[in-house]
């Protein structure tokens, strides 16, 4: 079982960046890939990006690329979001989640999630 809790989401202008963070409990984080999804009003959840579970590998979703950047820190337990350069579409509720497969890919099974955290990027 592994729990996973988000923070760092806030209010923040364009152009601005924001830092997401997801601990997450349990003595096998390492073992799982992770990823960040997020979820706008009326639209569905999309995938963002994804890390393998030695952070070799990353996915990011075409409309981050160059912009967002995950990474992950297997001693702390957490995954992080770098977002840069934010546009007002990028507002949605951000989850973390964790994929047994240790692959974190776009298309991937993910087997916990976490609550979510708020980004709110005005213009």
Same mark, same amino acid.
């Given at each position: 079982? +592994?729990?996973?809790? @988000?923070?760092?989401?806030?209010l923040?202008?364009?152009?601005?960046?924001? %830092?997401?963070?997801?601990?997450?409990?349990? %003595?096998? !984080?390492?073992?799982?890939? /992770?990823?960040? !999804?997020?979820?706008?009003?009326? *639209?569905? %959840? @999309? !995938? +963002? &990006?994804?890390?393998?579970?030695?952070?070799?590998? *990353?996915?990011?979703a075409? !409309?981050? *690329?160059?912009?967002?950047?995950?990474? %992950?820190? #297997? &001693? *702390?337990?957490?995954?992080?979001?770098? /977002? #840069?350069?934010?546009?007002?579409?990028?507002?949605?509720?951000?989850?973390? &989640?964790?994929? /047994?497969?240790?692959?974190g890919?776009?298309?991937?099974?993910?087997?916990?999630?976490?609550?979510?955290?708020? $980004?709110? $990027?005005?213009?």
């Amino acid at each position: 079982q +592994v729990q996973l809790v @988000e923070s760092g989401g806030g209010l923040v202008q364009a152009g601005g960046s924001l %830092r997401l963070s997801c601990a997450a409990s349990g %003595r096998t !984080f390492g073992d799982y890939g /992770m990823g960040w !999804f997020r979820q706008a009003p009326g *639209k569905e %959840r @999309e !995938f +963002v &990006a994804g890390i393998s579970w030695s952070g070799g590998v *990353k996915y990011y979703a075409d !409309f981050v *690329k160059g912009r967002f950047t995950i990474s %992950r820190d #297997n &001693a *702390k337990n957490t995954v992080y979001l770098q /977002m #840069n350069s934010l546009k007002p579409e990028d507002t949605a509720v951000y989850y973390c &989640a964790a994929s /047994m497969t240790g692959r974190g890919t776009p298309s991937g099974d993910y087997d916990y999630w976490g609550q979510g955290t708020q $980004v709110t $990027v005005s213009s």
